[in-house]
């Protein structure tokens, strides 16, 4: 037989159980939320920070913006020429598309690269720090810049004879 003394203990028994299970879970959740806080924080203040490590603005001196008169007197003759885009050839192992908007201004960049060799640059150089490698020996990796404007890539196959292309493009 219970006894009216019995049942107050009970019940503040289980409801301090159950303030401590609140309890708990509200530190819990606190602790949840503040973590992704600094999470994001950290994230914004890498992007924010790689936003202006960018190593690799230009090609040969030819930079985003610039007018196809300006490109052609830095790079010469191109092999094919055109309103909206020249393509280079510089020799057997380097090549170079470049592409123009509707007001002749450069908007695509993209290198390409054949074998390995002292002319071919290399992730850390283009983009200052290093990239991880496949095990294929394939590399890729894109960022975006949005306060200068551009995304930059680059991508080199796997293999004996890989193709590097390094792509710095204006974002519209």
Same mark, same amino acid.
């Given at each position: 037989? +219970?006894?009216?003394?019995?049942?107050?203990? @009970?019940?503040?028994?289980?409801? @301090?159980?159950?303030?401590?299970?609140? $309890?708990?879970?509200?530190?819990?959740?606190?602790?949840s939320s503040l973590n992704a806080q600094t999470t994001r924080?950290?994230?914004? $203040?890498?992007a924010a920070a790689e936003d202006d490590s960018a190593v690799?603005?230009?090609?040969?001196?030819?930079?985003?913006?610039?007018?196809?008169?300006?490109v052609r007197k830095k790079l010469g003759t191109p092999k094919?020429?055109?309103?909206?885009?020249?393509?280079?050839?510089? #020799?057997?192992?380097?090549?170079?598309?470049?592409?123009?908007?509707?007001?002749?201004?450069?908007?695509?960049?993209?290198?390409?690269?054949?074998?390995?060799?002292?002319?071919?640059?290399?992730?850390?150089?283009?983009?200052?720090?290093?990239?991880?490698?496949?095990?294929?020996?394939?590399?890729?990796?894109?960022?975006?810049?949005?306060?200068?404007?551009?995304?930059?890539?680059?991508?080199?196959?796997?293999? #004996?004879?890989?193709?590097?292309?390094?792509?710095?493009?204006? +974002?519209?």
């Amino acid at each position: 037989m +219970i006894s009216f003394t019995e049942t107050p203990l @009970r019940q503040t028994t289980c409801s @301090r159980g159950f303030v401590f299970l609140v $309890a708990a879970a509200s530190l819990l959740l606190a602790v949840s939320s503040l973590n992704a806080q600094t999470t994001r924080k950290v994230a914004v $203040a890498a992007a924010a920070a790689e936003d202006d490590s960018a190593v690799f603005k230009g090609y040969r001196g030819v930079q985003l913006g610039m007018t196809t008169d300006e490109v052609r007197k830095k790079l010469g003759t191109p092999k094919d020429k055109g309103d909206e885009q020249d393509f280079f050839i510089f #020799n057997e192992t380097e090549t170079a598309q470049i592409v123009y908007d509707s007001t002749h201004k450069v908007v695509t960049i993209s290198a390409d690269f054949l074998n390995p060799g002292n002319s071919v640059p290399t992730a850390k150089e283009v983009f200052g720090s290093e990239v991880e490698v496949k095990a294929d020996g394939s590399v890729y990796r894109m960022v975006r810049f949005p306060k200068a404007g551009y995304w930059l890539s680059y991508n080199r196959t796997g293999g #004996n004879s890989p193709l590097t292309t390094v792509t710095l493009q204006k +974002i519209q």
